[in-house]
């Protein structure tokens, strides 16, 4: 794997220098965070967009977090799956309101779980084909989603799956191996 070696604590702007000392205890994560450091100025608002459209919105921060947990098994991220079971999401120490331990070990099977509901079952489609199947996202399927999901509901749930994705794949090629930032 490639390497990209982290910014040293020194050069991080205090807004960096804050978000990695509230991670210091996952040093994979706080590496992570180091190795987006070297575009503090692009990084830091990206982040901060990130966090407000997780914690804020129309959907509910379980279904958000359900996605994310499904962005990290497509990914083979079994450090942050272990994480959310404990239902926590590294970017927040406290539980996520509503996460369901019983829903969180449905998600690999979500398409036969009797636990998930239809909206669920949905958002974690979307974001299986887009990160796997982009191609499969059809009419038909944005159909399935207006069933349930308004358009404003959609946007903000591909933007979750979206930037999610794209935050994994890229950490995913670096030495050490960090997990759904």
């Known amino acids: 794997m490639t390497v990209i070696n982290p910014i040293e604590d020194e050069a991080l702007s205090t807004g960096m ?45 379980e279904l958000k977090e359900l996605v994310r947990i499904k962005i990290a098994q497509n990914n083979d991220c079994s450090a942050y799956v272990e994480k959310s079971s404990l239902q926590r999401s590294p970017m927040r120490p406290e539980p996520v309101p509503g996460l369901d331990q019983a829903k969180v070990a449905e998600i690999g099977s979500y398409e036969i779980s009797d636990i998930l509901d239809r909206r669920e ?10 990160g796997i199947e982009p191609e499969g996202l059809d009419d038909e399927f944005f159909d399935h989603l207006r069933q349930a999901f308004s358009d404003p509901e959609i946007v903000e749930l591909a933007h979750v799956i979206a930037v999610g994705i794209g935050f994994e794949r890229f950490l995913a090629v670096w030495e050490p191996r960090v997990c759904a930032i």
């Open 17 to 61: 220098a804050t978000l990695v000392e509230k991670f210091k205890g996952d040093p994979n994560y706080a590496n992570g965070l180091k190795i987006f450091a070297h575009k503090q100025e692009v990084f830091e608002p990206i982040w901060a967009a990130y966090l407000n459209m997780l914690e804020n919105g129309k959907l509910d921060r």
């Open 121 to 130: 079952k949905l958002a974690l489609k979307f974001a299986e084909k887009l």
